[in-house]
């Protein structure tokens, strides 16, 4: 008699198993008249809410309305999107599908997001108190060293700065991995970063190469900034009314001993990417977001999370729950730098970025935020700008900017960049927090129903 193999069934029984941990997606552009529903449904694991958040953020797809439910050992999201401009997506959905699986199965494939630090560059990670002219002064050391700058982010918020700068050499355009030179260029931003640090504690300057391959840039943001304590003295300082009408509202509750969950909501003025820093900073906290809500009426976004830390608690201390309302403001926040937007775009030269800075420091403006590329051999660059006291700049001294560099090459942007994030709108939106419990109530009702 002949002998059959059991190995088609194992094979079978693999990839019933395969299919169960894929996750799944689903775009439905039919159900809304205004908005694509976007819906994904994976094996729950820590930090895939945050990868389904990143793969739609790294799209360029704002979310508008969202609802999260885990089951169990199953995840659900089911988010309503458009594009930057409003509009349902009309991109091929097959191709959309494709590119979200591939992220949310950590697809070394899945290229698409222009955050992701380079593996052919060396990656320099910056903490320190923030003045007038740092960023200036920063990008002249590397000028002086050799090193081209190729992509870079800077944030500042609380008088602290972050910064990730991708460089290479100058002459060779390959890393720089000799250890003799990275220690100078590390000895160098040290001096540079250190100032008047008072009480904070020494700057931080690290040299990384390999880059980070594979951290998101923004999310490596987060992490450096909120490991700088950036969110040390918010607490004082938003609680004081003539200044908390810049303030999230962020609050934090537990929700009956029974469920055992804490409630975190989050109501501010709507700006792309606040979901990505909302969930980015609850993730690297070690919360786990089990269900939840977002909601953007207007420009008004109202978000509800039902959360409990790694080990299945909620939170269980009035320090810890400080702690995260501080930490989820400051995250809300770096982003949301005040001043008016500048967009460079130019060809890139060696010293390129030491001359513009170096204007901006000789006019008195002070850089806020930054975002640096370079594509070809373009250098295209965004700078958000206020003056020394962190007001808006006054408009000789910007034409006098745009002169100095080239009208060509730098463009003031119409509109100036207010904080995204204004709690007099949210008060003016007349609902607190009540109005996002009512909603996150009638979803939990369903979910328990």
């Not at 088609?8 to 894929?22: A, Q, S």
């Not at 250098?379 to 006098?400: R, S």
């Amino acid at each position: 008699m002949a002998c059959h193999s059991p190995t088609p069934l194992l094979d079978e029984y693999e990839l019933f198993v395969n299919r169960m941990n894929t996750p799944r997606v689903v775009i439905d552009n039919a159900s809304s008249s205004s908005t694509t529903l976007i819906k994904v449904d994976s094996a729950r694991k820590h930090g895939i809410l945050l990868e389904a958040v990143q793969a739609l953020t790294d799209l360029d797809l704002s979310i508008k309305k969202g609802y999260i439910s885990s089951d169990g050992r199953w995840f659900m999201d089911v988010f309503h999107c458009t594009d930057q401009q409003g509009r349902k997506i009309t991109a091929d959905t097959s191709y959309l599908i494709s590119r979200i699986e591939r992220c949310l199965t950590m697809d070394p494939l899945c290229d698409f997001s222009h955050n992701r630090v380079l593996d052919h560059l060396t990656s320099l990670e910056l903490t320190g108190s923030d003045r007038v002219g740092l960023l200036s002064e920063v990008f002249a050391v590397l000028a002086d060293l050799n090193c081209s700058v190729v992509e870079a982010k800077v944030w500042t918020h609380n008088k602290r700065i972050g910064a990730i700068i991708s460089v290479k050499d100058e002459k060779s355009g390959s890393p720089i991995e000799d250890k003799q030179t990275a220690n100078r260029i590390q000895a160098r931003l040290k001096h540079v970063l250190k100032g008047d640090n008072g009480l904070r504690g020494a700057p931080l300057t690290e040299v990384l190469y390999p880059a980070r391959v594979g951290m998101d840039a923004d999310r490596r943001m987060h992490q450096i900034m909120f490991a700088d304590r950036d969110y040390e003295g918010m607490d004082d300082r938003w609680r004081k009314e003539e200044v908390s009408t810049s303030s999230p509202l962020v609050s934090v509750q537990n929700w009956g001993e029974r469920r055992g969950y804490s409630v975190v909501t989050v109501q501010c003025r709507d700006r792309p990417k606040l979901l990505f820093d909302v969930v980015c900073t609850l993730t690297d906290m070690e919360y786990v977001v089990f269900h939840g809500t977002v909601d953007t009426t207007g420009d008004l976004a109202h978000q509800e999370f039902y959360i409990r830390h790694l080990d299945g608690n909620p939170i269980s201390s009035e320090a810890e729950r400080e702690r995260v309302i501080q930490c989820l403001q400051a995250a809300i926040l770096r982003r949301s730098s005040e001043g008016v937007r500048l967009e460079l775009c130019t060809k890139d030269r060696p010293g390129l970025l030491a001359f513009v800075t170096r204007t901006f420091r000789e006019n008195g403006l002070s850089v806020t935020r930054a975002d640096i590329s370079t594509k070809g051999p373009k250098a295209v660059n965004v700078f958000y700008v206020t003056d020394a006291w962190g007001h808006m700049p006054d408009q000789k001294i910007l034409d006098a900017v745009v002169q100095r560099i080239g009208e060509e090459d730098l463009k003031v942007k119409e509109e100036p960049w207010h904080r995204y994030c204004s709690g007099s709108a949210a008060r003016e939106g007349g609902t607190g927090g009540t109005g996002l419990l009512s909603i996150g109530s009638i979803v939990w009702k369903k979910i328990w129903a």
